[in-house]
């Protein structure tokens, strides 16, 4: 053991669908509930960890990022090793790493403040029938969607808006104003990915665009009704919050001077 604090940084993937979300709650059922018990399984001490971005019950994380600070002396491999023996199968730490840590510094690493955006994937399955396979994984359409409508609508929410139209009324973001980057959505066969790329996002704002895409994409609404909505700014006006199944958190960006080890972007369903 040393006596110098050190940071260590994360990168943890899980299937959200038996968990109650990211943030630790009292009845322990929470993805941040098992990582701090596993990691107080691992070195015998208490470990409090911040995220770069919370998850809600049934959304899946294909790489969330976490910090911690500890005094312990372990190889990167051990935080990786070591505290995935004390995790269940839905959840496990893919990299460990290191970062300068100056605890009388204020610029130091921190994994939600010195996130430079986020990405959302959301997995889409387009069949007139369910698949038990896909359950959980994905959302799921019956009805044909046009992919053509619902890429031109995904265009008015590009650049910085005020998103309160897709703004959860128990969101607790101080403003609702964020820049999307980009709407990326594509077809395979009968599953379709929409990827989100913003600075950041409000609460369940990915799952209430996917939603208001699905009325464009099955004609119940023109492409030209997302810009309506979007300068309502009244969460009345969208379509209601779409399912969490196939909502995956995708990637945190990060400024490359911290050299975090981050996995390419790929969700399984795509490889």
């Known amino acids: ?5 050190k940071r260590i940084v994360l990168g943890v993937q899980y299937d959200g669908a038996p968990w109650q979300g990211w943030q630790t709650q009292l009845n322990g059922l ?16 208490d470990v409090g960890t911040v995220c770069a971005g919370r998850t809600d019950a049934g959304v899946h994380g294909l790489e969330q990022v976490v910090h911690f600070d500890t005094t312990l002396e372990r190889d990167m491999s051990s935080w990786v090793r070591g505290v995935n023996t004390f995790l269940p199968p839905s959840i496990a ?26 990405m959302y994937q959301y997995v889409l399955y387009n069949n007139p029938v369910r698949s038990p396979l896909l359950e959980g994984k994905a959302g799921w359409v019956f009805r ?19 998103f309160s139209t897709f703004r959860s009324v128990q969101c607790q973001a101080k403003s609702p104003v964020k820049s999307m980057y980009a709407i990326k959505i594509e077809q395979r066969g009968d599953l379709i ?43 009345k006006f969208a379509a209601p919050t779409f399912m969490p199944d196939g909502l995956y958190l995708a990637k945190i960006d990060y400024d490359p001077k911290w050299q975090l080890p981050q996995l390419e972007v790929q969700n399984f369903f795509w490889s």
């Open 30 to 45: 929470t993805v941040q509930d098992r990582l701090e018990f596993a990691l107080h399984k691992f070195t015998l001490q």
């Open 144 to 162: 044909k969607l046009d992919v053509t409508r619902m890429q031109a609508a995904a265009q008015h929410l590009l650049g910085e808006h005020d």
């Open 93 to 118: 730490v893919r990299w460990a790493t290191e970062v300068p840590y100056r605890p009388e510094e204020q610029d130091n690493f921190h994994a939600r403040f010195s996130a430079r955006s986020r």
């Open 1 to 5: 053991m040393s006596g110098v604090s």
């Open 193 to 235: 990915m929409f990827t989100l790329h913003a600075n950041a996002f409000l609460h369940h704002m990915v799952r209430n665009i996917v939603g208001s895409l699905i009325y464009v994409g099955n004609g119940s609404q023109p492409p030209e009704w997302l810009k309506e909505i979007l300068d309502g700014r009244d969460r």
